[in-house]
């Protein structure tokens, strides 16, 4: 039995349930029962106790878009001309990168992007992976590098026409492995989906290889949606279709997809996605990045489509994401007053809502029964903080680097910044090395 208390407790909860000096109770990883400090301590007295020191507690938080490898990319320089659009970044940058990925950088590039989530309170991600030239036991080695480090985590391999038949395959074969093997092994922590890059490089031969095997169906689809104006012209040319609307005809939609980006989308595809459930991913920062444009978010959430948010290997700092996607709506409506509620709606509820789908446990939420992914931010609100205002002091007063205690499935990944079981300057000089050696491979 563990308590975490002695702070003020954001649930997030269906109440959104607020206490000034709040208390969780953890057993065999779930929340027992949550209240006042005061009330657990007392009728579970020989409890271990975690002190948040008058800080907040609040529930880990999800990454529903991920790229574990893109760690290996920090500092690296182009050999060649800078890329001047999209595609152009993938072909200079990402696929390159990927394509020179080996099994040990495989390991580190993601033990490097797991233990920065530990550290900026992020407790579940949901990865999208590629690495051509070993991809067979790739998603195996990053289920090995999380339960290291000890988050949750939905894994993904990038199928995807650009290394040709033989890749295909193998990228093919690389999630079915994996699916089969947590559906056989109902892993609580670790859950597979079928990854495919994206519409302009996935021809209908290999979508419908793809959609053969009935293991996709329950495990669910993981796919780039008409993020760049490429996606969509080479969709309208090669099939007369937009992206979305070629997803929907291959009977690819529905709640079991991650439609991811969808910038580039119009308002009959709106309605394709409303209407079949399909969960969309935001990621601003990295739309930003690639210049790719902005996403319709604003228009999708009014018409109740799910949007979640993601970082797209961007960050690992999803509280970093969120104040991104506020900025990012305001300056693109030209409208100080938009996005206020949306981008927590993105990260606290929606995230919530599609882990909790994908795990089937209530999961991004302080209530009973729910899993005990909790952290604690060090900060003191400098005015009132209540659960009518609490948005305001998450989007203006905290950051990743903020949090200073990781709980995940009731155990302690951080304390007090400092990392339990895990030599993190031991994994970044190993990674460093990796890194050299790869980018002169590059």
């Known amino acids: 039995m563990m308590l975490v208390g002695n702070g003020y407790l954001i649930t997030r909860n269906a109440n959104q349930q607020f206490f000034d000096n709040g208390c969780v109770a953890i057993q065999d990883g779930v929340i027992l029962e949550f209240g006042t400090t005061e009330a657990l301590r007392l009728k579970y007295a020989d409890s271990q106790f975690i002190d948040a020191q008058g800080s907040v507690i609040m529930p880990g938080l999800i990454n529903t878009h991920m790229h574990l490898y893109s760690s290996f990319a920090r ?10 659009n999209f595609v152009e970044i993938l072909e200079r940058l990402w696929w390159r990168l990927d394509r020179n990925l080996r099994q040990e950088d495989v390991i580190y590039s993601a033990l490097v992007a797991l233990i920065e989530c530990v550290k900026n309170g992020t407790t579940t991600i949901f990865d999208h992976h590629a690495s051509p030239e070993c991809s067979v036991d790739s998603l195996f080695w990053l289920a090995d590098a999380v339960k290291q ?6 894994l993904s391999y990038e199928v995807s026409d650009r290394n040709g038949a033989e890749s295909i395959d193998q990228g093919i074969a690389a999630n079915l492995r994996f699916v089969q093997h947590c559906q056989k092994q109902k892993d609580p922590m670790i859950r597979g989906m079928f990854g495919l890059h994206a519409s302009f490089t996935l021809g209908d031969a290999t979508l419908k290889k793809i959609l053969d095997n009935p293991e996709i169906y329950q495990a669910g689809i993981h ?7 490429a996606d969509v012209e080479d969709c ?3 099939y007369g279709l937009r992206v979305v609307e070629r997803l929907h005809q291959m009977g690819m939609l529905g709640a079991n997809t991650l439609a991811v980006h969808c910038v580039h989308i119009n308002e009959n595809e709106i309605e394709l996605l409303l209407e079949s459930g399909t969960p969309v991913i935001h990621n601003p920062e990295s739309n930003m990045g690639n210049a790719v444009g902005c996403a319709p978010v604003l228009k999708m959430m009014a018409k109740k489509v799910a949007v979640g948010l993601g970082t797209d290997g961007y960050t690992c700092d999803m509280f970093e994401s969120l104040k991104v996607a506020n900025l990012l709506h305001k300056f693109q409506s030209q409208n100080p007053s938009a996005a206020w509620q949306e981008p927590h709606t993105m990260l606290f509820q929606n995230n919530s809502a599609i882990a909790s789908q994908f795990f089937g446990r209530k999961m991004g939420e302080i ?3 729910a899993c005990a992914d909790l952290i ?3 900060y003191t609100p400098p005015t009132t903080m209540n659960a009518a205002n609490v948005n305001g ?4 007063g905290m950051s990743g680097r903020s949090v200073v205690t990781t709980i995940v499935n009731g155990k ?6 400092k990392l339990t079981g895990l030599d993190e300057k031991e994994i970044c000089a190993r990674a460093r090395e990796l890194a050299d050696q790869l980018w002169l491979r590059f």
């Open 367 to 369: 209530s009973v029964g």
């Open 376 to 378: 604690i931010v060090d």
């Open 412 to 417: 302690i990944l951080m304390l007090d910044r």
């Open 149 to 154: 480090v000890g988050l949750r985590a939905s």
């Open 236 to 238: 309208l040319k090669r």
């Open 393 to 396: 002091h998450v989007l203006f």
């Open 223 to 229: 796919v780039h949606v008409a993020e760049d104006r």
């Open 75 to 84: 500092g690296m320089a182009l050999k060649d001309a800078s890329p001047g």
